[in-house]
């Protein structure tokens, strides 16, 4: 009996059950088949969360950082961590709050429309245009985390399993929209967590000792003393500004907006916090391990992004190596899932709703929604059969466009009562474009971008909060309206932390 197979059959049907009971429970409006109605507890927020961000790139690009760039990736590590927390503290409970006085605001671009009482304007689509671009190419680095793990663990054809990872996180998202979502996302975190923790202290005990195992790992990467010598500033803070993303990501803060009290949030951050510590530390340990045990063994590992896989299928009996690569579907799917749901309620709420000319059933809008997963998710999995796509890279462009794009706006929205519409425009307009031209303009000696000099999330950042800045105190100060808006906001705040 193949246990491997049996273990992601068992995997895949739970996932699909979990769709068809979220489909039976919160699927009747547009606001519980996106939102789950506002009634998430804290204890799924976080874990939902925390899974929807660690991605593939958490079991797969990660640990494959750490044999390209050795200990520097823990500054990226560092950088998440400390930007994920500053999120629960800063974004999450005033969003959480604001999105529901915001006239119950579904997403983030309806909320952007509604904190400056323009419901159908032009902000609204255009930071709907910017989720779905992005998430596209973000949703495509989860089916390439797919289609590796299928080929390199079962020698299956690579872009047979990016369809095969496509169809089954379609299903269940499809089916259950975001109940389905938090609810398979929690399963997954719980999974990933466990796998994490187990995956390096199994591979540690290949070696007699720390220093053994640190002697094969200096073989292949520089020391932690070393890399600290070679680090420049801006190498230092390309790798911190990872953490300026989380202000950004639309599948993250949707989180916030979905849970069921705005009290539950503390809870929601000690839980989150913990699992994201454990997890990012394991992450880095499974790379570290592997450049070890790669050296130590004269393992000929083509790609090292797939060091977990590697280390799933020769240090653990089959049964175990299913619950394994379970754990890495987990981190794929629950972010494709949410990145789908994201970009299936922009298209439906705040384009086709808002451009329809018709009266629309909430369930006509519900099954435009189903449709547009689809169709997203079809497109990513084009995007994503050249199986030489890199996730790491494909995931840090598309963090830095919403980190860029978006983080400095919901920063100002939440915390500056002066901030008007033409200055989130420009914020928006200002970091998507600059992320682009980081990434893709060749104005370097050899052809080469402005991203090899520094993370292009840092000038994006930068530059998206200070075209917002400069833009709202040149432009006219906000109606009474908005400003009045802003202290009942605060209030509600006040009265519902007290």
């Known amino acids: 009996m193949n246990y491997t197979y049996f273990t992601l059959t068992l995997y895949f049907m739970l996932m699909l059950g979990i769709g068809i009971y979220a489909a039976k429970k919160s699927t009747s409006n547009l606001s519980d088949y996106m939102l789950g109605g506002r009634k998430v507890s804290p204890q799924v927020t976080a874990l939902s969360a925390g899974a929807s961000d660690m991605s593939g790139w958490m079991l797969m690009g ?33 969003l959480r709050v604001y999105t529901e006085v915001a006239n119950d605001a579904l997403t983030l671009p309806d909320f952007f429309g509604q904190r400056f009482h323009k419901k159908d304007g032009i902000i609204k689509l255009v930071s709907a245009i910017v989720v779905i671009i992005f998430f596209t190419l973000y949703t495509s680095a989860g089916l390439v985390g797919g289609g590796k793990l299928f080929e390199s663990a079962f020698g299956l054809d690579y872009q047979l399993g990016v369809f095969i990872t496509m169809f089954v996180v379609v299903a269940y998202t499809l089916l259950g929209g975001f109940l389905a979502v938090s609810l398979t996302d929690f399963v997954q975190g719980v999974i990933m967590f466990i796998a994490l923790v187990m995956v390096p202290v199994v591979a540690f005990t290949y070696f007699e000792s720390t220093e053994t195992m640190m002697a094969y790992s200096l073989e292949e990467i520089p020391s932690f003393s070393q890399s600290l010598e070679s680090l420049t500033v801006l190498s230092l803070l390309s790798s911190l500004a990872w953490g300026l993303g989380y202000f950004g990501q639309p599948h993250i803060i949707v989180r916030f907006m979905a849970i069921d009290t705005v009290k539950n949030i503390k809870t929601a951050r000690r839980i989150g916090m913990s699992w994201m510590t454990v997890t990012i530390v394991g992450a880095l340990a499974t790379g570290l391990t592997g450049v070890a045990y790669v050296n130590k063994y004269n393992v000929d590992l083509k790609d090292p992004e797939t060091i977990f896989i590697f280390f799933s299928n020769v240090l653990f009996h089959p049964l175990i190596s299913g619950f394994l690569l379970a754990a890495i579907l987990a981190a794929v799917m629950s972010t494709i899932s ?53 996730i790491l890279g494909i995931v840090s462009n598309a963090w830095a466009g919403f980190g860029a794009a978006f983080g400095p706006l919901i920063l100002f929205c939440l915390l500056w009562e002066r901030v008007t519409y033409s200055g989130a425009l420009a914020g928006i307009i200002t970091g ?67």
């Open 62 to 94: 990660l640990p494959g950082a750490i044999f390209v760039s050795g200990f520097s990736t823990i500054w990226v590590a560092v950088g998440l961590v400390v930007g994920a927390w500053a999120n629960y503290k800063l974004v999450a409970p005033k």
């Open 338 to 390: 949410s990145q789908l749901l994201v970009s299936s309620s922009s298209l439906t709420e705040d384009i086709y709703r808002v451009y329809s000319k018709k009266k629309l059933s909430q369930k006509h809008l519900v099954n435009v929604g189903r449709g547009c997963v689809f169709v997203v998710a079809l497109i990513a999995a084009v995007m994503a059969l050249q199986p030489s796509s890199n």
């Open 432 to 498: 998507a474009a600059t992320v682009l031209f980081w990434i893709y303009a060749p104005v370097l000696e050899g052809g080469a971008t402005l991203s090899s000099l520094v993370y292009e999330m840092l000038p994006g950042f930068l530059i998206s909060a200070l075209s917002i800045w400069l833009v709202s105190l040149w432009s006219e100060k906000p109606s009474k309206k908005i400003t009045d808006q802003f202290k009942e906001v605060n209030q509600v705040l006040i009265e519902s932390t007290s």
